[in-house]
């Protein structure tokens, strides 16, 4: 028995029925009619011979069948999209679709002046960034260039080191108006700025000489954003590399106590040397972040 020919609009309904649970919202997601979502999906259970979803009033619940079949099309969606970024122009052009991908803090506090700099020196460019703690796959082409705080391991991608975020504790003037600590023991005194749940964090802060402290931090999120934002609003004293610090009027907290860096990479895929707008983001994120990190 031969397999059944698949195609990959039918699997995209599917995928977005998982994400979004109701064939509405599919629909809405992808920009097409519910009727044609619906189609879709009977068509692909007509194909594997089997039901994916079982009606409910809450939605669509998937079966057994379907959950085996999400890696699947996921894989199938990041192909997808790459095939879409790599026909977006001819490999020896500056224009088309680089997608970008770095940290939450990175991604928001520190790459958007940059990526206007790359945007006005080729207006043809379009920027995909995708802004997650989580690493995307370079191997996988889930993205085209990363920006990332740990060096990228994979044996097919080019890294290059550009600097380190030099990170210490910082608050606001008018925080620091009602006190300063003075050491490190003193540092429990105040409102401090730090970690949830993220056990790796809390280990690695606690070798820096945090632990106690931070075991009474006032403000506990495992989102760097939202420490800064935490950080910039007075609420307390947290940790803040020192180049952001500049950029918002921070003031360093016993800086000869508390004192690391953070080695900043930029990577890409090694095939995508070739493909001119790839090297062209991937050469100016380098350049400017070594500015940056000066």
């Known amino acids: 028995m031969n ?32 009727a044609t979502a619906r189609r879709r999906i009977d068509a692909l259970e007509h194909s594997v011979g089997t039901s994916l979803f079982v009606r409910s009033q809450a939605g669509l619940m998937p079966t057994d069948t379907a959950r085996d079949l999400v890696a699947h099309a996921e894989s199938m969606a990041l192909a997808a999209e ?34 206007r700099a790359l945007r006005e020196a080729s207006p ?22 990363a920006v990332r705080i740990r060096r990228p391991t994979e044996a097919t991608v080019v890294t290059r080191h550009v600097g380190d975020l ?7 003037e008018a925080l620091l108006a009602k006190g300063t600590p003075r050491s490190l023991d003193d540092l429990g ?38 420490q800064f934002a935490a950080l910039r609003a007075g609420l307390g004293i947290g940790v803040c590399a020192n180049q952001l610090a500049r950029q918002h009027g921070l003031v360093q907290v016993l800086p000869g106590e508390v004192a690391f860096r953070v080695d900043i990479w930029v990577a ?6 070739r493909v001119r707008r790839v090297v062209q983001v991937f050469d100016g994120l380098t350049r400017a972040l070594q500015q940056y990190l000066v």
């Open 124 to 145: 043809g460019l379009a920027l995909e960034l995708s802004v997650s703690n989580r690493m995307e796959d370079l191997a996988l082409q889930e993205a085209d260039v």
């Open 268 to 273: 890409m895929h090694h095939d995508l040397r």
């Open 166 to 172: 030099r990170v210490g504790l910082y608050a606001t």
């Open 189 to 226: 005194r105040y409102p401090l700025i730090g970690p949830d749940r993220n056990l790796t964090e809390l280990a690695f802060l606690g070798q820096q000489g945090l632990a106690c402290s931070l075991a009474s931090s006032v403000v506990r999120t495992d989102c760097h954003l939202a």
């Open 82 to 115: 790459a095939f879409a970024r790599a026909a977006s122009a001819q490999a020896s052009e500056a224009g088309g679709t680089v997608r970008v991908t770095a940290s939450q803090l990175l991604g928001v506090e520190v790459l958007p002046p940059m990526l």
């Open 3 to 34: 397999a059944p020919q698949l195609q990959w609009e039918t699997q995209r309904v599917f995928l977005a029925v998982l994400r979004t649970g109701s064939l509405s919202a599919a629909a809405r997601a992808l920009g097409i009619a519910q």
